[in-house]
C-alpha cells in the first residue's frame, strides 16, 4: 500500500535559521508524482512542488529547496534563512496510480512548522 | 480571480441536519475532487469527478452524495449530520491528465464544517 511518512511532528526554530522537513514514501508503482503543501494558520492549502519518479534533480525555488533521493525514497523540503511568514503546517503528498483521469492524493501528517522571531 | 472557491466557509449546524457546500473552479480544470481533513489534520480523498463523471469514490458513508452539475461545479450534500463529520471539507480540480502525466491539483480554501 502507499504511504506518505512525515516524522517531524512539529520544529520550532528561530528567524533566519535553516529547517528541513524530512519526507519518506511507499509505492509499488514506477512512475509515479510527488508534492509538497504549505497550509499557513488562515486554513488553505497552497500547492509548492511537483516532481516525477523519473526526475532526481534537485530543485531550488528562492529560500526553498527539495531533495529528492529514490534510492532512500525520500523527498525533503528545506526551507534556507527562515521567516516568520513560513510557520505553517507542511505536507508532502504522493499520488497514486491513475484512474481515468483521476488520482488520489496521498497525504503524509503533516509537519508543523513555528518559526520565532 | 478565486481560482478554486467554495462556500460557505463556516458552517455550523445541528446533528441531523442535511446540508451542502458549494464548490467551482474557473481553471477549466476537467477533474475535481473533495477531502477531508479531520481534527489532527489528517487530509483523505472521499470522491473525485471528471467532467461530471464520478470516478473515484472512497468508503465514505451514503450520507455523503457529490453532485456535479457541469464540469466547473461539484458540490458536496451530506444527510443526516453527525458529530464525527465536524471536519473541514477541502475541494480541489487537476487539469484533464493525459498520458503517463499527473497535473497538479489545485485546492479551495476549505469549508469548516461544525456539527453539534
Known amino acids: 500500500a502507499q504511504k506518505v511518512t512525515q516524522a517531524q511532528t512539529e520544529i520550532s526554530v528561530v528567524e533566519k535559521e535553516d529547517v528541513t522537513l524530512d519526507c519518506v514514501y511507499e509505492?509499488?508503482?514506477?512512475?509515479?508524482?510527488l508534492f509538497w503543501y504549505k497550509q499557513p494558520p488562515s486554513g488553505e492549502l497552497v500547492f509548492l512542488i511537483r516532481?516525477?519518479?523519473?526526475?532526481?534533480q534537485n530543485e531550488i525555488s528562492g529560500r526553498y529547496s527539495w531533495n529528492f533521493q529514490k534510492s532512500t525514497s525520500s523527498f525533503n523540503f528545506t526551507i534556507t534563512a527562515s521567516q516568520v511568514v513560513d510557520s505553517a503546517v507542511y505536507f508532502c503528498?504522493?499520488?497514486?496510480?491513475?484512474?481515468?483521469?483521476?488520482?488520489?492524493?496521498?497525504f503524509g501528517s503533516g509537519t508543523r512548522l513555528l518559526v520565532r522571531p | 480571480d478565486t481560482a478554486v472557491s467554495q462556500t460557505p466557509k463556516y458552517l455550523v449546524t445541528q446533528m441531523g441536519n442535511d446540508k451542502s457546500i458549494k464548490c467551482e473552479q474557473n481553471?477549466?480544470?476537467?477533474?475535481m475532487y473533495w477531502y477531508k481533513q479531520d481534527s489532527k489534520k489528517f487530509l483523505k480523498i472521499m470522491f473525485s469527478?471528471?467532467?461530471?463523471?464520478?470516478?473515484i469514490n472512497e468508503t465514505v458513508p451514503n450520507r455523503f452524495s457529490p453532485k456535479s452539475p457541469d464540469k466547473a461545479h461539484l458540490n458536496l450534500h451530506i444527510n443526516s449530520l453527525e458529530l464525527g463529520d465536524s471536519a473541514v471539507y477541502f475541494c480541489?480540480?487537476?487539469?484533464?491528465?493525459?498520458?503517463?502525466?499527473?497535473?497538479?491539483?489545485?485546492f479551495g480554501p476549505g469549508t469548516r464544517l461544525t456539527v453539534l
Open positions: 480541489a480540480s487537476s487539469p484533464r491528465t493525459s498520458g503517463s502525466s499527473t497535473d497538479t491539483q489545485y
Open positions: 481553471l477549466g480544470h476537467d477533474t
Open positions: 503528498a504522493l499520488s497514486e496510480a491513475r484512474v481515468e483521469s483521476s488520482y488520489k492524493l496521498i
Open positions: 509505492t509499488r508503482d514506477t512512475t509515479y508524482y
Open positions: 516532481r516525477n519518479s523519473f526526475d532526481e
Open positions: 469527478y471528471n467532467n461530471k463523471e464520478l470516478i
